[in-house]
């Protein structure tokens, strides 16, 4: 038997009426007879199609301001009736109902109206959709029966079934009845959310229920592991540029790792104005610089750990010209993607043509690189989720406090304000020696800041007289301030806050080192 459902009767009601003209004469010429309501129908009257009004069809008018227009048993018992079901085929003959095959609709744009500067909370109560919503959930309950259209994008392929089989299959059913729930679910979602926003005050804060809805824009070849499965969700309603709406202009698909790189590596070039390169390996900056020109900071950065930085993930904070493409494409380097504005023709010339890699380098343009991070991240656990603010406190220089005895020169100064951008981006325990507006040498991850520093210190090298060192967290001892002097440090710049932050400072003015404490940490765990 087959499951196709011809189409008989279509219930049309929408606030969105982009295309809808062309789908309902399509409609009409297929003989499918349209029902509609209040400005819906004018619309499309005023088109010259033919449409029952609703009213007529139920005996009972619009009433209070149209917000009572579909909420009918002879609108309702059309659309859930059972064709397999010889008591609601009686019942519709004996009230004399149409069945609605098919039901349009779109829902009142609440989000966009909340959105909208000193909307009222009355203007936005009455964008929250009641007989919509009601609509979508009986036809999607029903789907086995009927279909539900509730986006504009939907209607070319409905017209396409509807030609060429004369009705609709309950797999197309199915997919339109799951689109439509997970629409109902986003949209009592975003009322939910903004009550609690005006309950609770305009900034952004933690709900009591917390709720997330995101959609599934690709899956990935695989996850960490060639053994885990993965996939790339999108924030819809996150209209800031991202990674997830990025420009691939070359190269293979990106990786689940690729794209946790990809962010650390944004997110470091952000903190800068001046042209900045960031070089990521395994979710750390093993090489980062800022300069005059864009391929001066690019040949510091790579030059910073050029073991570590092959087959590393490249940020850029300007578009790429030829001559930064000159210094990547450099033989003995592999880069796995870069993310920048732009390249220009000649740099995308180069890094697709030139090096070995040509062809599986990722390139991605993204607009707005400068744009600040998202108010909250989640982290999930077992049997919950971890959710904080983001970690995008500005660096505050004039807050800071000399607390040796050698105070820092400017140029000093400088350096460490520097350092200090980098060694957020590294994670704890984080150490970053940096010269030059470079990075020199970083320590991350390890359980001991001392071996932190150890393995900062020793990727440093020479490289590390005169340099300068930023702690993301607290010295406890000054065993590292020893190493650091004997490695040739000049200046450290650390939160401050241990109990022994008296022996680290005298460490300090023997070793004729500077010191400042910011009174921030940036842990990255």
């Given at each position: 038997?087959?499951?196709?459902?011809?189409?008989?009767?279509a219930l049309?009601?929408v606030?969105?009426k982009n295309?809808?003209?062309e789908f309902?004469?399509?409609?009409?010429l297929?003989?499918?007879q349209i029902?509609?309501?209040g400005g819906t129908?004018?619309?499309?009257?005023?088109?010259g199609l033919?449409v029952?009004?609703v009213?007529?069809?139920t005996?009972?008018?619009?009433?209070?301001d149209g917000r009572?227009k579909?909420?009918?048993?002879?609108i309702f018992a059309?659309i859930l009736?059972r064709?397999?079901?010889d008591d609601?085929?009686q019942?519709?003959?004996k009230?004399?109902i149409?069945g609605?095959?098919l039901v349009?609709?779109n829902?009142?744009p609440?989000?966009?109206?909340?959105?909208q500067?000193?909307?009222?909370q009355?203007e936005?109560?009455?964008q929250i959709?009641i007989?919509?919503?009601?609509l979508?959930r009986?036809s999607a309950?029903?789907?086995a029966f009927?279909?539900i259209?509730?986006?504009?994008?939907?209607?070319?392929?409905?017209?396409?079934e509807?030609r060429h089989k004369?009705?609709?299959?309950?797999e197309?059913r199915t997919?339109l009845?799951?689109e439509?729930?997970?629409?109902t679910a986003?949209?009592?979602r975003?009322?939910?959310n903004?009550?609690c926003?005006?309950e609770?005050?305009?900034?952004p804060d933690f709900p009591?229920d917390?709720q997330?809805s995101?959609?599934?824009n690709?899956?990935l070849?695989?996850?960490?592991?060639?053994?885990q499965?993965?996939?790339?969700?999108?924030?819809?309603?996150?209209s800031?540029?991202?990674l997830?709406?990025?420009?691939?202009?070359?190269g293979?698909e990106?990786?689940?790792?690729?794209?946790?790189?990809?962010e650390?590596?944004l997110?470091?070039?952000?903190?800068?104005?001046?042209?900045?390169?960031?070089?990521?390996?395994?979710?750390n900056?093993?090489g980062?610089?800022?300069s005059?020109?864009?391929?001066?900071?690019?040949?510091?950065?790579?030059?910073?750990d050029?073991?570590?930085?092959?087959g590393?993930i490249?940020?850029l904070?300007?578009?790429?010209?030829?001559?930064?493409?000159?210094?990547l494409v450099r033989p003995?380097?592999f880069i796995?993607?870069?993310?920048a504005?732009g390249?220009s023709?000649d740099?995308?010339?180069?890094l697709?043509?030139?090096?070995k890699w040509?062809n599986?380098?990722r390139?991605?343009?993204?607009?707005?690189?400068?744009q600040a991070?998202?108010?909250?991240q989640?982290?999930?656990?077992?049997?919950?989720?971890?959710v904080?603010?983001?970690?995008?406190?500005?660096?505050t220089?004039e807050e800071?406090?000399?607390?040796?005895?050698?105070?820092?020169q400017?140029n000093?100064?400088?350096?460490?304000?520097?350092s200090w951008?980098?060694?957020?981006?590294v994670?704890?325990?984080?150490i970053?020696?940096?010269?030059?507006?470079?990075?020199m040498?970083?320590g991350?991850?390890?359980?001991?800041r001392?071996?932190?520093v150890e393995?900062?210190?020793?990727?440093a090298?020479?490289?590390?007289?005169?340099?300068?060192?930023?702690?993301?967290?607290?010295?406890?001892f000054p065993d590292?301030?020893?190493?650091?002097?004997?490695?040739g440090i000049?200046?450290?710049?650390?939160?401050g806050?241990?109990?022994?932050?008296?022996?680290v400072?005298?460490?300090?003015?023997?070793q004729?080192?500077s010191?400042i404490?910011?009174?921030?940490r940036h842990?990255?765990?």
């Amino acid at each position: 038997m087959s499951d196709i459902v011809k189409v008989k009767n279509a219930l049309i009601s929408v606030s969105d009426k982009n295309g809808l003209t062309e789908f309902a004469q399509e409609l009409s010429l297929l003989g499918i007879q349209i029902y509609s309501t209040g400005g819906t129908r004018s619309h499309l009257e005023n088109q010259g199609l033919q449409v029952h009004d609703v009213s007529e069809y139920t005996g009972f008018p619009e009433v209070m301001d149209g917000r009572v227009k579909t909420l009918h048993p002879k609108i309702f018992a059309g659309i859930l009736y059972r064709h397999d079901h010889d008591d609601d085929i009686q019942t519709l003959k004996k009230h004399e109902i149409h069945g609605f095959e098919l039901v349009i609709v779109n829902l009142y744009p609440f989000e966009k109206t909340i959105a909208q500067e000193h909307v009222t909370q009355e203007e936005a109560i009455e964008q929250i959709d009641i007989g919509g919503p009601s609509l979508v959930r009986a036809s999607a309950k029903n789907h086995a029966f009927t279909s539900i259209i509730t986006r504009p994008d939907q209607y070319p392929s409905m017209l396409e079934e509807l030609r060429h089989k004369g009705g609709t299959s309950l797999e197309t059913r199915t997919k339109l009845a799951q689109e439509a729930f997970t629409i109902t679910a986003d949209y009592d979602r975003a009322i939910s959310n903004y009550f609690c926003k005006t309950e609770k005050g305009p900034e952004p804060d933690f709900p009591d229920d917390l709720q997330l809805s995101f959609k599934r824009n690709a899956t990935l070849r695989y996850g960490e592991n060639p053994h885990q499965r993965a996939a790339l969700y999108e924030d819809e309603k996150d209209s800031r540029s991202s990674l997830v709406h990025a420009r691939q202009v070359n190269g293979k698909e990106l990786s689940y790792n690729n794209f946790l790189d990809l962010e650390g590596a944004l997110n470091l070039v952000r903190c800068f104005n001046q042209p900045c390169v960031s070089v990521i390996k395994h979710n750390n900056p093993c090489g980062a610089a800022v300069s005059e020109t864009l391929s001066d900071a690019a040949e510091k950065a790579l030059a910073g750990d050029p073991l570590s930085a092959f087959g590393s993930i490249l940020a850029l904070n300007q578009t790429v010209d030829a001559a930064t493409a000159e210094i990547l494409v450099r033989p003995g380097q592999f880069i796995e993607a870069i993310v920048a504005p732009g390249f220009s023709t000649d740099a995308h010339q180069l890094l697709t043509t030139k090096p070995k890699w040509k062809n599986n380098v990722r390139l991605l343009e993204i607009d707005n690189i400068e744009q600040a991070d998202v108010h909250h991240q989640y982290r999930q656990i077992s049997g919950g989720m971890l959710v904080q603010d983001s970690d995008v406190l500005e660096a505050t220089p004039e807050e800071w406090e000399v607390v040796t005895d050698t105070k820092p020169q400017p140029n000093v100064q400088a350096e460490l304000l520097f350092s200090w951008k980098i060694v957020r981006h590294v994670k704890s325990n984080a150490i970053a020696i940096c010269r030059n507006h470079a990075l020199m040498g970083a320590g991350a991850g390890q359980m001991s800041r001392v071996d932190s520093v150890e393995i900062a210190i020793k990727k440093a090298a020479e490289r590390a007289q005169g340099a300068v060192l930023a702690s993301d967290a607290f010295f406890p001892f000054p065993d590292s301030i020893e190493a650091a002097s004997q490695a040739g440090i000049c200046a450290i710049i650390q939160p401050g806050g241990s109990r022994r932050d008296k022996e680290v400072i005298e460490a300090c003015n023997q070793q004729g080192i500077s010191m400042i404490f910011t009174g921030r940490r940036h842990f990255r765990h």
